[in-house]
């Protein structure tokens, strides 16, 4: 606890099947939601599903009187330069929707032209959407909203829209892939040097560090000693993927931050990859994570628990999976404390 405790003051220096976490209490300004609520005495013993849910699910911007300074270049991810010249219509996509998230985070979420499937917040839910068939790029759709710079990454599709999109003169900023709690200030940062807004990108990544840190001080208190080990696993009955995210994936740094095991990681999983019994067995979990939508796409919990050596673990046998929506979860935006929060009440109350 007193590593958790120098963190934050270094930092502050400079739902579907089951039953959902239990009831946010009411708002406490020095305190977070799971601060508020008795642990568990024992989480591993605690059986059947839970739905995590945050707070508060919108993103608060940072200001709302943005006024980006332009034109403003930069050197992307990729090693590009790039200049920009307006924001007026913004388009912001990745496989998680984080940058989505970011922009609004930002105060420019009014500037947004569209959305990707996983920028699902309420203030975002009603631009157009730019992805078919779960995270594949819309080419039509995208031109026809005629953006005026688009913010991404490589974990989303058809590369080829994005290079055309570059190759008909529009700004294409490319942004870090990786996902880790650690890395919201610094990718939020790339986002707002790209839009001309520097100043609200440090202060937005110095509130999203401090709000984090605290979440994982409240987590890892209420987790104790437990060592909750869990596996997320992604799945989608329709389409036949059933996949253990392992470490790289971002929900190995979801899982530490809430102060619970990576069994995937310490089973030796890397990745994404499909899962095996055995390793599932190795890993032991005592609780298995999924989105919600993949939740819904198996026919709930009864079709976790068929899902292959599931049922042999001790999260199967107590049928304990825990949902959660999956325009929060992996996000490790504007919103990561929440998820932090909404996930250690939904696990250790």
Not at 150 to 173: A, N
Not at 188 to 213: C, H, K, M, S, Y
Not at 262 to 282: K, Q, V, W, Y
Not at 321 to 329: E, G, I, N
Request: proline share 8%; charged share 20%; hydrophobic share 45%.
């Amino acid at each position: 606890m007193r590593t958790w405790a120098a963190v934050l003051t270094v930092v502050l220096a400079a739902g579907c099947t089951g039953p959902p976490a239990p009831e946010v209490p009411p708002a406490d300004p020095g305190r977070t939601p799971a601060e508020q609520l008795a642990p568990l005495a024992d989480p591993r013993q605690k059986s059947g599903p839970s739905t995590a849910t945050v707070a508060t699910p919108d993103v608060v911007p940072i200001s709302r009187d943005v006024r980006p300074e332009l034109p403003t270049t930069v050197t992307d991810a990729q090693g590009t330069e790039v200049t920009v010249t307006s924001v007026d219509r913004i388009l912001a996509f990745d496989v998680h929707g984080t940058l989505g998230a970011t922009v609004f985070g930002l105060g420019l979420g009014g500037r947004m032209a569209g959305r990707d499937t996983s920028t699902g917040f309420p203030a975002a839910a009603h631009l157009p959407l730019i992805t078919t068939n779960g995270h594949r790029l819309d080419a039509d759709v995208i031109e026809g909203l005629r953006p005026t710079v688009v913010i991404t990454d490589t974990t989303i599709g058809p590369w080829d829209v994005v290079l055309r999109l570059r190759s008909s003169g529009v700004p294409v900023v490319v942004t870090d892939s990786r996902r880790a709690a650690n890395n919201v200030g610094p990718l939020t940062q790339q986002v707002a040097d790209a839009l001309g807004v520097p100043d609200e990108g440090r202060a937005l990544a110095r509130r999203t560090t401090v709000e984090i840190e605290k979440a994982k001080i409240a987590a890892h208190r209420l987790a104790g000693d437990a060592a909750l080990r869990i596996v997320f696993l992604y799945v989608r009955g329709r389409a036949g993927v059933a996949q253990v995210l392992g470490a790289g994936t971002g929900a190995d740094e979801l899982i530490t931050a809430v102060g619970a095991v990576d069994g995937a990681g310490e089973a030796g999983i890397e990745g994404a990859t499909p899962i095996d019994p055995e390793a599932l067995a190795r890993a032991a979990p005592d609780v298995v994570l999924v989105m919600s939508a993949g939740l819904r796409s198996v026919g709930g919990v009864e079709g976790v628990t068929r899902l292959p050596g599931v049922a042999g673990t001790p999260a199967g046998q107590k049928r304990r999976v825990v949902d959660m929506s999956d325009h929060q979860v992996l996000g490790f935006g504007p919103l990561t404390a929440s998820v932090i929060d909404g996930l250690a009440r939904a696990l250790y109350t």
